[in-house]
């Protein structure tokens, strides 16, 4: 069993930044890919990110790329969405989760694990 606990959200303006973590407890967090995705009010989870070790071949959304970066440092078990640029769109509770390797990064249904989420709240 692997935990997951986000945090780094919280309120900005919009053109601001944040940096979201994503810790990881167990041992196996390395032999997962790693994901990052996010709900808005009243809509469907979407995926906005992989994390770049594991996905590189996997393009961001479209609606974040070149805006957000994903990464990853396995000797502390963590992940981290980069957000700058933000826009009020960005809006939503924004959750990490891990997956088999081999699984299709952008299926919801390819994560196993997902941690609580953490609110990311862009003003205009």
């Known amino acids: 069993q692997v935990q997951l606990v986000e945090s780094g959200g919280g309120l900005v303006q919009a053109g601001g930044s944040l940096r979201l973590s994503c810790a990881a407890s167990?041992?196996?967090?390395?032999?997962?890919?790693l994901g990052w995705f996010r709900q808005a009010p009243g809509k469907e989870r979407e995926f906005v990110a992989p994390?770049?070790?594991?996905?590189?071949?996997?393009p961001a959304a479209d609606s974040v790329k070149g805006r957000f970066t994903s990464s990853r440092d396995n000797a502390k078990n963590t992940g981290y969405l980069q957000m700058n640029s933000l826009k009020p769109e960005d809006t939503a509770v924004y959750y990490c989760?891990?997956?088999?390797?081999?699984?299709?990064?952008?299926?919801?249904?390819?994560?196993?694990?997902w941690g609580q989420g953490t609110q990311v709240t862009v003003s205009s």
């Open positions: 167990g041992r196996t967090f390395s032999t997962y890919a």
């Open positions: 989760a891990l997956r088999p390797y081999g699984s299709s990064p952008s299926n919801i249904k390819s994560y196993a694990y």
């Open positions: 994390t770049a070790w594991s996905d590189g071949s996997t």
